[in-house]
């Protein structure tokens, strides 16, 4: 069965540092993986995803994100953290097997500290 | 582009009393809407799959008569919870495909509804 796992329930890093928000996947077919971030007491919003060609996808406010299919991971990272981009951040997978449907994990509280 | 929109953001309600959500895609037309609910702390749980012009397909354990989903045009579903409790109170969020639901498509979210049911 496909599932998302977020090892770490939070992220501590001082601001300037490069961030990295680990995510690994579990699919039956070809992952299609997508990274959203939260603010409090707002819906998600979209930062990038990855569906083929170069592992390494670009998305908004200068986040990335790669991908590994060895090691079926799709860490976000970002090289120098802001404050503001302190919050909380979902990987998500789709799986044609699973009726296109996101499947989500359970979070990452990130905290950038001045 | 891409905008989702959810109305209201918050609404507080009586016990008994029947809620109604709306979510709207504002510059996309959106086959297919989701509906999720989200618990303080914790990550979304979808509730329903809302497809324009057909009924709804709630997952399981979802009760499809206490949480009526109707999804008429392109561009808009509602999201009804009738006879609410307080253990309703929650974060709803609704989301719109932007595609004809291909496997490539991105969902985007509204800025989800608080609900409090006294």
């Known amino acids: 069965a496909q599932s998302v796992a977020q090892p770490e329930d939070q992220v501590n890093v001082a601001e300037g540092n490069p961030l990295t928000v680990k995510c690994t996947y579990s699919?039956?077919?070809?992952?299609?993986l997508f990274w959203y971030v939260q603010y409090p007491n707002r819906g998600l919003q979209f930062l990038l995803k990855?569906?083929?060609?170069?592992?390494l996808v670009k998305g908004s406010y200068g986040f990335e994100a790669e991908f590994n299919k060895s090691q079926t991971s799709f860490h976000l990272k970002k090289p120098s953290a802001l404050v503001s981009d302190s919050a909380l951040y979902f990987c998500a997978v789709r799986d044609l097997e699973y009726g296109n449907k996101l499947v989500f994990g359970a979070g990452t509280i990130l905290r950038v500290k001045s | 582009g891409a905008v989702v929109s959810q109305h209201p953001s918050w609404v507080i309600c009586k016990s008994g009393t029947s809620v109604k959500i709306e979510c709207r895609s504002l510059?996309?037309?959106?086959?297919?809407m989701f509906w999720y609910r989200q618990f303080p702390k914790q990550s979304l749980m979808l509730m329903a799959t809302s497809n324009e012009g057909s009924k709804a397909t709630y997952e399981q354990g979802v009760e499809k008569d206490k949480f009526l989903i109707n999804h008429a045009s392109l561009t808009l579903s509602t999201l009804t919870v009738t006879s609410a409790h307080p253990e309703d109170s929650s974060f709803y969020i609704c989301s719109a495909r932007d595609g004809l639901a291909g496997v490539t498509d991105t969902q985007y979210f509204g800025p989800g509804t608080r609900l409090t049911v006294l």
């Open positions: 510059d996309f037309q959106a086959t297919t």
């Open positions: 990855y569906i083929t060609g170069d592992n």
């Open positions: 699919v039956s077919g070809n992952p299609y």
